[in-house]
């Protein structure tokens, strides 16, 4: 999706222009793929803009940050504050949030221990990831030829910039072959999750999910979705999925940041059928809690103007 530009983005403590916000063609980062980072919402409320579990994303940031040894040079409150500060500065009620820690200019070679530690956090106006269309009818999926990383080869449960490369290159299989969005496996034959988003069947009203040893990354949206499943009364646990799970599965359905919760509709042209009642359950109680019109889930909406 085409970035809208903004006025400001946050690097490094200092609010700079967008069009001003560079980096070195010899930053460590572009050349090696090691940083991390976040994507990150805010939702318009009636109280203003607020951000969609920030501080549990920042968490995940440092987590990430401490498995690939990056020394972030500033505290978790402080990186919750800038944010805040960066969606405010540039006026949205609501957007996506990047934030990005990176090794920069001054060294090179594979080793990035004497590499400075950079931080920044953009924001700009996004829609829905799989689009409006995916959001109401569900999407058509593809299991990927390419696996998800085996655990000890890279580390899946850190959000590492040049992982995604892996990613990227199962979206770009699924889409020329007319899909819109692909599921990777494990090395063992294991369903892991899509591209940048973590996957859920519903099979005789119990929900699944895979576990972060098939080397799912544990999903904030996810733990969102299982909570509220769980207070609905509805069975939920975290398992091993096969894809033959998948094509027999009586619902199927994604969840991520970037796309939300959002129905399958098929698998390997295996029709799931329209997005179920259980999907549909979730999907309204998701998108009631992130505009922080559920009492019982205010806490997770951090409010920029608080």
Request: glycine residues 8%.
């Amino acid at each position: 999706m085409p970035l809208q530009k903004v006025d400001k983005i946050w690097m490094d403590g200092v609010l700079v222009d967008w069009d001003d916000a560079k980096i070195h063609i010899l930053t460590h980062s572009l050349h090696y793929g090691c940083g991390v980072f976040e994507g990150i919402r805010a939702y318009a409320t009636t109280s203003g803009p607020a951000v969609f579990r920030l501080t549990d994303h920042i968490v995940r940031l440092f987590d990430s940050a401490k498995i690939f040894m990056l020394d972030i040079p500033y505290t978790v409150e402080q990186l919750v504050a800038a944010t805040k500060e960066t969606v405010r500065v540039n006026g949205l009620d609501s957007c996506y949030i990047r934030p990005l820690v990176y090794l920069g200019y001054g060294e090179m070679g594979l080793n990035p221990l004497p590499c400075p530690v950079n931080v920044s956090i953009a924001v700009w106006p996004w829609g829905s990831y799989l689009g409006d269309e995916g959001i109401k009818r569900g999407v058509r999926m593809k299991i990927s030829s390419w696996q998800r990383h085996d655990p000890n080869a890279m580390p899946p449960a850190a959000k590492g910039t040049g992982m995604y490369i892996n990613s990227s290159m199962a979206k770009v299989e699924a889409l020329k072959a007319g899909y819109d969005e692909a599921i990777l496996l494990s090395p063992q034959g294991y369903v892991s999750e899509c591209t940048g988003e973590n996957i859920f069947i519903v099979k005789k009203g119990r929900i699944i999910t895979p576990p972060v040893s098939a080397g799912a990354l544990a999903g904030i949206t996810q733990d969102s979705v299982m909570t509220i499943a769980r207070d609905l009364g509805i069975e939920c646990e975290v398992g091993h999925i096969l894809r033959s799970d998948l094509y027999t599965a009586d619902e199927a359905f994604l969840s991520g940041t970037a796309a939300e919760v959002v129905p399958i509709r098929s698998v390997d042209d295996r029709e799931i059928g329209d997005p179920g009642p259980v999907t549909r359950k979730l999907q309204e109680v998701f998108f009631a809690a992130i505009k922080g019109e559920v009492d019982r889930y205010k806490d997770w909406c951090e409010h920029v103007d608080a």
